[in-house]
């Protein structure tokens, strides 16, 4: 079975950059989609197939794919980008949807 | 807009069956897409369950696939997702949601709903 393996946290200062990465065996051959989820909410789709934008999501986050690792980043910080994040792709060898273990995001 | 909402009861006793509907509003779900269920542990992530497509083809997760069972009802546009023999290990919060395809994210998810495991 898959396993894509996420930091627990990352911490980034306000205005600063944060990167969450999350790595899997030759992962850039899967298309990879990041979800926000904040205390209490469902998860927000903020990146799909690797490093597209869905309509709404600043632009100070983008992604990317590459080797055995994809990694979200987070431009200018907010308080506001406090969360939880997940990565996501889909196993083709087993069909079925993976999501990493999650990073927490917190800006201080 | 396209709006999912999960129902059911909120409490399962141990080694009984779990089961939940969705009903979706503002889309027919005969019309296509791939609609699943994701669960999350309290103050853990997020777990798939499976996908229903709206022709009937399911895909279910490897760990509980021996005990799931998704099925689709396009009269009321709904879905519904059965978990068997519950334990209190399958207490989390139920999403559902919608995917454009396999490969795809998910666009739209429900609110969620808690269900609990207990005695």
């Known amino acids: 079975s898959y396993v894509l393996t996420q930091p627990p946290s990352v911490s980034v200062a306000p205005g600063q950059t944060a990167s969450i990465t999350c790595g899997g065996n030759?992962?850039?051959?899967?298309?990879v989609h990041w979800y926000q989820q904040k205390p209490g909410q469902a998860p927000v789709l903020v990146i799909s197939?690797?490093?597209d934008r869905p309509s709404g999501i600043p632009e100070r986050f983008s992604g990317s794919n590459s080797g055995n690792t994809a990694t979200l980043t987070i431009t200018r910080a907010e308080a506001g980008d406090e969360a939880d994040y997940y990565c996501?792709?889909?196993?083709?060898?087993?069909?079925?949807?993976?999501f990493g273990g999650g990073t927490k995001l917190t800006v201080l | 807009q396209v709006q999912l909402q999960e129902s059911g009861p909120g409490l399962v006793k141990p080694s009984e069956t779990l089961s939940l509907t969705c009903t979706v509003s503002?889309?027919?779900?005969?019309?296509?897409?791939?609609w699943g269920w994701i669960r999350q542990p309290p103050g853990k992530g997020l777990e798939w369950i499976g996908y229903?497509?709206?022709?009937?083809?399911?895909y279910y997760s490897p760990s509980l696939k021996s005990r799931v069972t998704i099925s689709i009802n396009t009269s009321k546009n709904q879905f519904s997702l059965k978990l068997s023999s519950v334990t209190a290990a399958d207490t989390a919060v139920y999403y559902c949601?919608?995917?454009?395809?396999?490969?795809?994210?998910?666009?739209?998810w429900g609110q969620g709903t808690l269900v609990t495991v207990s005695s």
């Open positions: 949601a919608r995917d454009v395809g396999l490969v795809s994210p998910v666009d739209y």
């Open positions: 503002g889309y027919s779900i005969s019309n296509g897409y791939y």
């Open positions: 229903i497509h709206y022709t009937g083809t399911t």
């Open positions: 030759n992962i850039e051959t899967r298309s």
């Open positions: 197939y690797d490093s």
């Open positions: 996501q792709v889909w196993d083709t060898t087993s069909d079925h949807r993976v």
